[in-house]
T-cell receptor, first 114, second 113 residues
Framework: DGGITQSPKYLFRKEGQNVTLSCEQN?????MYWYRQDPGQGLRLIYY???????QKGDIAEGYSVSREKKESFPLTVTSAQKNPTAFYLC?????????????FGPGTRLTVT | GQQLNQSPQSMFIQEGEDVSMNCTSS?????WLWYKQEPGEGPVLLIA?????ELTSNGRLTAQFGITRKDSFLNISASIPSDVGIYFC?????????????FGQGTTLQVKP
């Protein structure tokens, strides 16, 4: 089955620690995205990548980092510099160009930092 | 970053009623997407719209791409309890050269059996 996987579903960390969230897709999509969702709010874009070895900052990139070494994988690191890291994190992917911009989401990772 | 204006923010309706929600922007969009999210899960794509005036259905759901290209509407007919969730609109600006989407803040739908 084609789809997007995120692991783990729940993640707990102590303040001051970096943590990496996994995102893998087997849809053969070129573009991948990371969003943050807080209660009662919409999705805010953290980083996105339209092609391997290239990525751009979204609206709230401070305190986060990403890499895109493989087409299938787009891990997100939440660093200790992120002031309020507790949130629900969503990864998405889409075809790039060709006039189709539908993004497909993974199941999400809920990160709690105490 | 810019967000779309989605309304209403929440709805509490009786099973069997029809539902309408909308999304507006001050900018022109060339793509509108509607998603549904259930608690603790990722959003699921319901309908994609690519042309002004386009009307597309998916079962009991119907969405329209506004003629001005600055708004979109989602209707759910004869609601059932499993329609409960948060519905998000998302759009891609006409001036964009990427696949970046802008999301509305969501409409929370509750259905009373």
């Amino acid at each position: 089955d084609g789809g997007i996987t995120q692991s783990p579903k729940y993640l707990f960390r102590k303040e001051g620690q970096n943590v990496t969230l996994s995102c893998e897709q087997n849809l053969n999509h070129d573009a991948m995205y990371w969003y943050r969702q807080d209660p009662g709010q919409g999705l805010r874009l953290i980083y996105y990548s339209q092609i391997v070895n290239d990525f751009q900052k979204g609206d709230i990139a401070e305190g986060y980092s990403v890499s895109r070494e493989k087409k299938e994988s787009f891990p997100l690191t939440v660093t200790s510099a992120q002031k309020n890291p507790t949130a629900f994190y969503l990864c998405a992917s889409s075809r790039s160009g060709q006039g189709v911009y539908e993004q497909y989401f993974g199941p999400g990772t809920r990160l709690t930092v105490t | 970053g810019q967000q779309l204006n989605q309304s209403p923010q929440s709805m509490f309706i009786q099973e069997g009623e029809d539902v309408s929600m909308n999304c507006t922007s001050s900018s022109i969009f060339n793509t509108w997407l509607w998603y549904k999210q259930e608690p603790g899960e990722g959003p699921v794509l319901l309908i994609a719209l690519y042309k002004a005036g386009e009307l597309t259905s998916n079962g009991r759901l119907t969405a329209q791409f506004g003629i001005t290209r600055k708004d979109s509407f989602l209707n759910i007919s004869a609601s059932i309890p499993s329609d409960v969730g948060i519905y998000f609109c998302a759009g891609r600006r006409g001036s964009s050269n990427t696949g970046k989407l802008i999301f509305g803040q969501g409409t929370t739908l509750q259905v009373k059996p």
